[in-house]
Nanobody, 120 residues
Framework: QVQLVESGGGLVQAGGSLRLSCTAS????????MGWYRQAPGKQRELVAS???????NYADSVTDRFTISRDNAKNAVYLQINSLKLEDTAVYYC??????????????WGQGTQVTVSS
């Protein structure tokens, strides 16, 4: 079974920084994408950033100039560097793995979520 383990969440003042980490274990097909989603109270889960095994990245418009996603293929790990935190960044952040067993039809794996809280 594939498992995703997250770390790095916490309480940070507005304007501060945080780095989230996620490591996947188990048998993982080489064609995949890893990323981060977040869900705030009363809102739907939304994509924050993703990165393919080839290094192509995708960011939500609201975080493009503040968040940076990276990965280590050898470790099956993905990281999210969060800078200039805003109050609206407060949410539960979930690590995501999309495995493309079939083209255009990925299978999703999820981490347990880590809380990021931004204070004024």
């Amino acid at each position: 079974q594939v498992q995703l383990v997250e770390s790095g969440g916490g309480l940070v003042q507005a304007g501060g920084s945080l780095r989230l980490s996620c490591t996947a274990s188990g048998s993982i097909f080489s064609i995949n994408a890893m990323g981060w989603y977040r869900q705030a109270p009363g809102k739907q889960r939304e994509l924050v950033a993703s990165i393919t095994n080839g290094g192509s990245t995708n960011y939500a418009d609201s975080v493009t100039d503040r968040f940076t996603i990276s990965r280590d293929n050898a470790k099956n790990a993905v990281y999210l560097q969060i800078n200039s935190l805003k109050l609206e960044d407060t949410a539960v952040y979930y690590c995501n793995l999309k495995v493309y067993y079939s083209p255009g039809n990925p299978y999703n794996y999820w981490g347990q979520g880590t809380q990021v809280t931004v204070s004024s």
